[in-house]
Structure formats: C-alpha cells, structure tokens
C-alpha cells in the first residue's frame, strides 16, 4: 500500500516564525496537492503540483515537488494565526492523504 | 446554493439504529467521494462512485452502504454501527475521479455511535 508520509504531525511556532511541512512517498506521484482544513470545516485546495523540481508560490506560501516527484514541501514564510490548520498532501492516482500536520501559531 | 452541502451535520445514534448521512453537490461534477477523518488517523477513502459507477471500495465493512442515484447525489447508509466508527465523515466531488482535479468538500457529518 502507498502511503504518503508527512512530517511534522504537530508544530506549534510564533507568529512570525518560518516554518517547512514534507510530504514524502517511496514511490513516484502523477502528481500532488496541497490541502488546508480548518476546525468544523472541509478541506480546501491550495495548490496542484505536477511536474518534477517544480516551484509555485501563493503568496507566503512556497511549494515544491521534488525532481523525482517522490517528495514535496510546503515552507510558510512569515506564518501568521490564520496559517493556523491541518495541512494535507494528496494523491490523486492513489486518491490517498497523508497523515497531516496540524498547525498552531500563536500570536 | 452552491458547493457541496451534507446532512445532517451532526448525528448521535446506537449501535442497533439505521441511518443515512447525505451529500449533494451543486458543480456539476461527475465523481463522489466518502472519506472518513478519525482523531489521530489520515482522512481514509471509502468510496468512489464515477458516473454513479462505484469505482472503489477500500475494504470498508459492509455496516456502511453507499448509494449514488445520480451524479449529484450520494449517500452513505449507516446500520449496526460500532463506537469505533465514531468520527468526521466527508463527502467530496471533482469534476472526474482522481487525477490533478480540484477536490470539493463539504463540511462534514460528525458521527457519534453510543
């Protein structure tokens, strides 16, 4: 079974800080997205990625898929309290999540 | 109304009850999705229907039952529950099953079984 391997799981930071989330997997994605929920809600999408060493940026946000499509990151800049949430890679060839990593910013 | 709406949002039922949790997306998209979001587990998939085709089944007990009578519906028949199946389950669409399509989630029905 493929699984997506994500790290941190919990990572409590000050406003301000930087931080950096992994998604990691043994074997090659198609492709990955990057999902955001928040308490009482569903998740949302933040980003597609699909193309090997490939880069995009929303806002603070910085993705990455690594260049052998097994691994991708998520670095926050600046984070802020409303960074606050569960951040979930995803699969869609597998249609699987990773385990998430909750995020707590504090002000 | 717009999005992917479910009901009811919270449900309390016995392990001898039946039920239904039910999902409607207003997109226009052709694949449903049930995942199940546990404390301390990753959301799981439970079923995929395509089309109103069911195109997967993760090895989930015959206790849940989903039906998808068309592409804008889709339900998950609860019966003779166990506590363990306590948890946040969400309903999603996308415009095609998997791929780089954009998941659409409503906002989840929270199940308690006593």
């Known amino acids: 079974t493929q699984l997506l391997e994500q790290s941190p799981q919990f990572l409590s930071i000050q406003e301000g800080e930087n931080l950096t989330v992994y998604c990691n997997s043994s074997?090659?994605?198609?492709?990955l997205q990057w999902y955001r929920q928040e308490p009482g809600e569903g998740p949302v999408l933040l980003v597609t990625v699909v193309t090997g060493g490939e880069v995009k940026k929303l806002k603070r946000l910085t993705f990455q898929f690594g260049d052998a499509r097994k691994d991708s990151s998520l670095h926050i800049t600046a984070a802020q309290t409303g960074d606050t949430g569960l951040y979930l890679c995803?699969?869609?060839?597998?249609?699987?999540f990773g385990q998430g990593t909750e995020l707590s910013v504090k002000p | 109304e717009t999005g992917v709406t479910q009901t009811p949002r919270h449900l309390v039922m016995g392990m001898t009850n039946k039920k239904s949790l039910k999902c409607e997306q207003h997109?226009?998209?052709?694949?449903m999705y049930w995942y199940k979001q546990s404390a301390k587990k990753p959301l799981e998939l439970m079923f995929v229907?395509?089309?109103?085709?069911?195109?997967e089944n993760n090895s989930v007990p015959s206790r849940f039952s989903p039906e998808c009578p068309n592409s804008s519906h889709l339900f998950l028949h609860l019966h003779t529950l166990q506590p363990e199946d306590s948890a946040l389950y969400l309903c999603?669409?996308?415009?095609?099953?998997?791929?780089?399509?954009?998941?659409?989630f409503g906002e989840g029905s929270r199940l308690t079984v006593l």
């Open positions: 997109l226009g998209h052709n694949a």
């Open positions: 229907y395509n089309f109103k085709e069911q195109t």
């Open positions: 995803w699969q869609g060839g597998k249609l699987i």
């Open positions: 074997s090659v994605f198609s492709s």
């Open positions: 999603a669409s996308s415009q095609v099953g998997g791929g780089t399509g954009e998941l659409f």
